[in-house]
C-alpha cells in the first residue's frame, strides 16, 4: 500500500541536543511538507519541498533544517536553536498542482526534557 | 493574500443530532476546498474536497459541504453524529497564487455528549 511513514512515533530530546525526524513517501509525489502542530494553533507550515534538491522555508523556519536528496525522503532536524520544540510534526505530500490534496504521515510527537 | 477562517474552537452536540462545521475564506477568485479530520495523535485525513461542479459535495463517513461562492463559505454537516466522529476538523484552501500550499484554518474540536 502506498502512503507516508514517519519515524519515531514518540521522541524524546534533552535541552541542546539537534534531533532528526524521519518521513518517507511511496506515492511518487513530487511535494513533501512538514508541519508543527500545537494546541489550539492549527497547522503552521515549517518547510517544503517541491522537487529533489531544492526547498523552501515555509512560515516557522528558525531553528530548523530539511535536506532533499532523494524524491521519496524528505527528513527534518529540530536543532537546539529551536526555542521551544516541543510538539507534533505532521509530514505530507502531494502531486504538484493547485486541485491536489496533501496526504498525511502519521506524525511525531517530539518531547523536550 | 488567502485566509481561511474556521469560527468555532469547538462545537457540543449531543449523539445522533445533526452538526454543522462553519469555514469561511477570504477570497472569491478560484479556490479549491478541503475538509479534512485528526483524529487523537494521528495525522489528517482527507474527509471531502470540491475541486468544480456541483456545490454539494459528498465525503466519507456520512460528511457533506456545500460550497457557497457568494458567502465565500464552505461548510460541513453531518445530518446525525456518533460518537466515533469525535475528532478535530479542518478546513484548508488552494489558489492558483498559493504556490501548491494550503491554507489552514485553526480546527474545530468537535465534541460528541452521549
Known amino acids: 500500500d502506498g502512503g507516508i511513514t514517519q519515524s519515531p512515533k514518540y521522541l524524546f530530546r534533552k535541552e541542546g541536543q539537534n534531533v532528526t525526524l524521519s518521513c518517507e513517501q511511496n506515492?511518487?509525489?513530487?511535494?513533501m511538507y512538514w508541519y508543527r502542530q500545537d494546541p489550539g494553533q492549527g497547522l503552521r507550515l515549517i518547510y517544503y519541498s517541491q522537487i529533489v534538491n531544492d526547498f523552501q522555508k515555509g512560515d516557522i523556519a528558525e531553528g530548523y533544517s530539511v535536506s532533499r536528496e532523494k524524491k521519496e525522503s524528505f527528513p527534518l532536524t529540530v536543532t537546539s536553536a529551536q526555542k521551544n520544540p516541543t510538539a507534533f510534526y505532521l509530514c505530507?505530500?502531494?502531486?504538484?498542482?493547485?486541485?491536489?490534496?496533501?496526504?498525511f504521515g502519521p506524525g511525531t510527537r517530539l518531547t523536550v526534557l | 493574500a488567502q485566509s481561511v477562517t474556521q469560527l468555532d474552537s469547538q462545537v457540543p452536540v449531543f449523539e445522533e443530532a445533526p452538526v454543522e462545521l462553519r469555514c469561511n475564506y477570504s477570497s472569491s477568485v478560484s479556490v479549491y476546498l478541503f475538509w479534512y479530520v485528526q483524529y487523537p495523535n494521528q495525522g489528517l485525513q482527507l474527509l471531502l474536497k470540491?475541486?468544480?461542479?456541483s456545490t454539494l459535495v459528498k465525503g466519507i463517513n456520512g460528511f457533506e459541504a456545500e460550497f457557497n461562492k457568494s458567502q465565500t463559505s464552505f461548510h460541513l454537516r453531518k445530518p446525525s453524529v456518533h460518537i466515533s466522529d469525535t475528532a478535530e476538523y479542518f478546513c484548508?484552501?488552494?489558489?492558483?497564487?498559493?504556490?501548491?500550499?494550503?491554507?489552514w484554518g485553526a480546527g474545530t474540536k468537535l465534541i460528541i455528549k452521549p
Open positions: 484548508a484552501v488552494s489558489d492558483g497564487d498559493s504556490n501548491y500550499q494550503l491554507i
Open positions: 470540491y475541486l468544480s461542479g
Open positions: 506515492l511518487n509525489h513530487d511535494a
Open positions: 505530507a505530500s502531494t502531486r504538484t498542482g493547485v486541485r491536489n490534496e496533501q496526504f
